[in-house]
């Protein structure tokens, strides 16, 4: 009875000594994840107070003026937005493409030009994009170009 007591005691004592092994693990991991999280959002807090400290001294350098400070933005990042209008319909795959063209569309242009021409109209214009976010497109970037009237017929 007593070497089974004993053997008892064993069992509970490493069965303890187990789960004590575990709950240190999980607790060190917890840990460390914590740390890196933590240091993540010190790396994020850091690069947005350098972020706004580059906006201040951007508006600052723009008069004091933040609408010019955009316009300066705006005209630091035009060509990367004209790149990615581009790119977004310039690596279209065809597998093939079989051209009957007569090259007399109606008005002058061949059909595939029309075709060509139809899929860089499908990229929305900057104006609009401009419009859609609510913004004023720069008047140095060019203006709304105005409807011609429409001539009724008699």
């Known amino acids: 009875m007593v070497q089974a007591q004993i053997d008892k005691k064993r069992i509970e004592i490493a069965a ?9 693990l999980a607790k060190g991991e917890a840990d460390a994840t914590y740390a890196k999280m933590e240091a993540q959002a010190r790396g994020i807090e850091e690069i947005l107070s350098k ?6 001294r951007l508006v600052k350098a723009a008069g004091g003026e933040p609408n010019a400070a955009i316009k300066l933005i705006l005209a630091d990042k035009i060509e990367e937005l004209v790149k990615t209008q581009v790119d977004a319909i310039k690596n279209i795959k065809f597998d093939k493409i079989t051209v ?3 090259g007399n569309g109606s008005d002058g242009k061949s059909s595939t030009a029309n075709f060509l021409s139809g899929l860089m109209k499908s990229i929305p214009p900057m104006q609009e994009m ?15 170009k105005e409807e011609p009237p429409i001539k009724k017929q008699k």
């Open 16 to 24: 303890e000594a187990e789960a004590e092994r575990i709950r240190r």
């Open 51 to 56: 972020q706004a400290l580059g906006y201040e």
């Open 100 to 102: 009957w063209d007569s």
């Open 130 to 144: 401009f419009d859609q976010a609510g913004m004023d497109l720069p008047s140095y970037l060019g203006t709304k």
